[in-house]
């Protein structure tokens, strides 16, 4: 069966700091994958995907990057977090190639900037 | 690009009671999928029910089903017999023909026994 991991799962950071989180998938290959930012008591936003190794495409324009070195890993960097930044992550997965496919969601990271 | 409006932020429901939580979509597109996600306070984001566009027929699964009205471009969720577990954030999103989902902004749900 397909897992999702992300981690950490709690990181508090000083403004300017970088940052790394990571996602890695199991049992599946060749996912698409993304990262979404849910600010509190808000709804999800997409920040990057990426369907194939290297290929990352970006929703929204911010000091945050992502990678995807590996088929199933994909990591959500910063160099320099703002306070802006807090909020909860989530890395999730979908199969590559079919249309309507739903999300499979990790267990979130919840970034607080201070 | 598409849109996704939950108007109700949060609601609540007696358990074993039914509750209907609304979203309103906005899109150009024919062809897209509707999703129903459920976000307990585990935080673990799962799916409760998925609807095809080119389907007529609402989806149902145990005792969530969905009010697909497709010409009104809305799409509700109702869940039957209210349990204590169904309490959660419940988000709508849409998905277009390339798997990308905009979801909206989470309607919190708290069931009370």
């Known amino acids: 069966s397909q897992t999702i991991h992300q981690w950490p799962a709690t990181l508090v950071q000083p403004v300017g700091s970088p940052l790394s989180l990571e996602c890695t998938v199991e049992g599946t290959s060749n996912p698409n994958l993304y990262w979404y930012r849910q600010a509190a008591g808000r709804g999800l936003q997409l920040l990057f995907y990426?369907?194939?190794?290297?290929?990352i495409s970006s929703e929204v324009p911010q000091n945050l990057s992502a990678s995807r070195p590996q088929d199933r890993q994909f990591i959500l960097s910063s160099k320099k977090l703002l306070l802006s930044d807090s909020g909860f992550y989530l890395c999730a997965w979908s199969s590559g190639g079919g249309q309507g496919g739903e999300l499979f969601f990790g267990e979130g990271s919840r970034l607080t900037v201070l | 690009a598409q849109t996704v409006t939950q108007s109700q932020p949060e609601m609540s429901v007696q358990e074993a009671e039914t509750v209907t939580l609304s979203c309103t979509y906005d899109t150009s597109e024919n062809n897209y999928y509707l999703f129903w996600y459920k976000q307990p306070p585990s935080r673990q984001m799962i799916l409760v029910i998925r609807q095809e566009a080119y389907k007529q027929q609402n989806a149902t699964e145990n005792r969530f089903s969905v009010n697909f009205q497709k010409a009104a471009k809305s799409f509700s969720l109702k869940i039957s017999d209210s349990q204590l577990g169904d309490t959660a954030m419940y988000f709508c999103?849409?998905?277009?023909?390339?798997?990308?989902?905009?979801f909206g902004g989470g309607t919190r749900l708290m069931v009370k026994p």
């Open positions: 999103a849409f998905g277009d023909a390339g798997n990308m989902l905009t």
């Open positions: 990426s369907v194939g190794i290297g290929q």
